[in-house]
């Protein structure tokens, strides 16, 4: 069992490019989640997944777009990347609203 | 929406007993605590359920006051392994995410 797993680890973007995070697990897990961490602001949920064709917003959803068309891919679009956007994105997934299993998370820096 | 956790920081001497508490203005359906090091994922440790069903890790343990909706973690003789950010994150009845709290940094000292 590889878990969750996340690529690229390390990214850095210009103001305006866009690019897609992927996330991936093998634990035929129904949920599946995107979260940001910036310092002191703890983990802030971007999207959200209940199973496959299923998505809907966390707290913090603008400037991103989701899709899930399998039970083991869920991954996050940066339409248009921005400063703000600079930080580390962890993916999680979980059998129902259960332990949540976190990837190894994506740092991402836009220039 | 976003629970709040209290302590934000505390410091410790290995052996000594630490609390972290986590409340919200909304109706609970469950609670999640993870433990995080720096530089690491965040790595599960309790779930406590509406209900009174708790599962969790060995030495840490934790209640939920489900009419104030409020939890509390508790580390018994802290270890130096203990030191980490540690983040509650709050399911809320008829809702199917999972919204985290700021987190409460500990540190352990020998």
């Known amino acids: 069992n590889a878990g969750v797993t996340q690529t690229p680890k390390f990214q850095v973007l210009k103001t305006g490019q866009s690019m897609t995070l992927q996330c991936a697990q093998d634990m035929n897990h129904e949920y599946m989640s995107w979260y940001r961490q910036d310092p002191g602001m703890g983990l802030r949920l971007i999207h959200y997944s209940v199973g496959a064709g299923i998505t809907d917003q966390g707290e913090v959803p603008n400037g991103y777009n989701v899709s899930r068309s399998t039970t083991e891919d869920f991954p996050l679009r940066l339409l248009s990347a921005a400063p703000s956007q600079t930080s580390v994105y962890f993916c999680?997934?979980?059998?129902?609203?259960?332990?949540?299993?976190f990837g190894p998370g994506t740092r991402l820096t836009v220039l | 929406q976003q629970p709040v956790q209290s302590p934000q920081a505390v410091i410790l001497r290995e052996g000594e007993d630490a609390v972290i508490n986590c409340s919200s203005s909304k109706a609970l359906y469950s609670v999640h605590w993870y433990r995080q090091k720096h530089g690491e994922a965040p790595v599960f440790l309790m779930i406590?359920?509406?209900?009174?069903e708790q599962k969790g890790h060995e030495k840490i343990s934790a209640s939920f006051n489900e009419k104030k909706q409020q939890s509390s973690l508790y580390l018994t003789a802290s270890q130096l392994s203990y030191s980490g950010t540690y983040f509650c994150g709050t399911g809320l009845q008829g809702a199917q995410k999972l919204v985290f709290g700021q987190g409460t940094r500990l540190t352990i000292n020998p």
């Open positions: 999680a997934s979980s059998y129902r609203r259960d332990t949540q299993y």
């Open positions: 406590l359920l509406k209900g009174g």
